[in-house]
C-alpha cells in the first residue's frame, strides 16, 4: 500500500515568488495534516483537516498561507508571496481519524528554500 | 502550549553501545509515539504507546509510557551504523469529538560511530 506522496520533493524559489505544494493521503484516511519543520525542530502544525473541512488552521498564518482539501481525499498548500523565513520543510501526513488510536504516517516532504 | 523537553539533544556512541534518550513535559497526554526521522525523509513511526506505565518492544526498541502520563523513554539496544538519524518523541491528546493533537520534542540526533 503506498504511504502518504507530496510533491515536489525540493523547491527554491525567489521572496515574493508564490510556491504550492501537494499532498496524497493514505487511501481511506479521513484526516490530513500539514506541518512546518524547520532546522533543527520537530514538526509544528499548520492545519488539520476532517475530510474536506479545516478543523484546526489556528497555527496557519492566513495573510500569506492557504490550504484546500477538495474532494477530502488530496489537498494543496499555498504560500503567497513567499518570504525568507518560510525555508523550511512543509511535511503532510494522514490518519484514519476515528477511535481514540489514530496514529499520523508522514509523507517525505517538500523542503522549501526562498533566496 | 503543551511544550515537550527532549533529552540529550544529540549524542555519539559506538557502535553495539545501548542509548537511552527520554521525553518529559508539564502537560499529560493520552498516547506518547516515538518516531526516526531519516535525512531528506518524513519521521516515520517506532512505537506507539497508549497506556499509562507500558512498556513495549519493537526488535532492539523499547519504550515506556511514563506513570504519570507527563514523560516516555526510548531506549536502542546494540545499536548498528543505520541507527543513525534524529528520533523524536509525540505526546498525542485526544480532546473528543475526533480531534487530536499532536506536539513534537526537538528530537535527539544519533550518530553511531563504527
Known amino acids: 500500500e503506498a504511504g502518504v506522496v507530496q510533491s515536489p520533493r525540493y523547491k527554491i524559489i525567489e521572496k515574493k515568488q508564490p510556491v504550492a505544494f501537494w499532498c496524497n493521503p493514505i487511501?481511506?484516511?479521513?484526516?490530513l495534516y500539514w506541518y512546518r519543520q524547520n532546522l533543527g525542530q520537530g514538526p509544528e502544525l499548520l492545519i488539520r483537516?476532517?475530510?474536506?473541512?479545516?478543523?484546526?488552521d489556528s497555527q496557519l498564518p492566513k495573510d500569506r498561507f492557504s490550504a484546500e482539501r477538495l474532494k477530502g481525499v488530496d489537498s494543496t498548500l499555498k504560500i503567497q508571496p513567499a518570504e525568507l523565513g518560510d525555508s523550511a520543510v512543509y511535511l503532510c501526513?494522514?490518519?484514519?481519524?476515528?477511535?481514540?488510536?489514530?496514529?499520523?504516517?508522514f509523507g517525505a516532504g517538500t523542503r522549501l528554500s526562498v533566496l | 502550549g503543551q511544550q515537550l523537553n527532549q533529552s540529550p539533544q544529540s549524542m555519539f556512541i559506538q557502535e553495539g553501545e545501548d542509548v537511552s534518550m527520554n521525553c518529559t513535559s508539564s502537560?499529560?497526554?493520552?498516547?506518547w509515539l516515538w518516531y526516526k526521522q531519516d535525512p531528506g525523509e518524513g519521521p516515520v513511526l517506532l512505537i506507539a504507546?497508549?497506556?499509562?506505565?507500558e512498556l513495549t518492544s519493537n526488535g532492539r526498541l523499547t519504550a515506556q509510557f511514563g506513570i504519570t502520563r507527563k514523560d516516555s523513554f526510548l531506549n536502542i539496544s546494540a545499536s548498528i551504523p543505520s541507527d543513525v538519524g534524529i528520533y523524536f518523541c509525540?505526546?498525542?491528546?485526544?480532546?473528543?469529538?475526533?480531534?487530536?493533537?499532536?506536539?513534537f520534542g526537538k528530537g535527539t540526533k544519533l550518530s553511531v560511530i563504527p
Open positions: 483537516y476532517e475530510n474536506e473541512e479545516a478543523v484546526d
Open positions: 487511501s481511506g484516511h479521513n484526516t
Open positions: 509525540a505526546g498525542q491528546l485526544y480532546s473528543g469529538a475526533g480531534s487530536y493533537q499532536l506536539t
Open positions: 501526513a494522514s490518519s484514519p481519524g476515528t477511535g481514540a488510536i489514530n496514529i499520523q504516517y
Open positions: 502537560s499529560i497526554f493520552n498516547t
Open positions: 504507546l497508549y497506556k499509562a506505565g
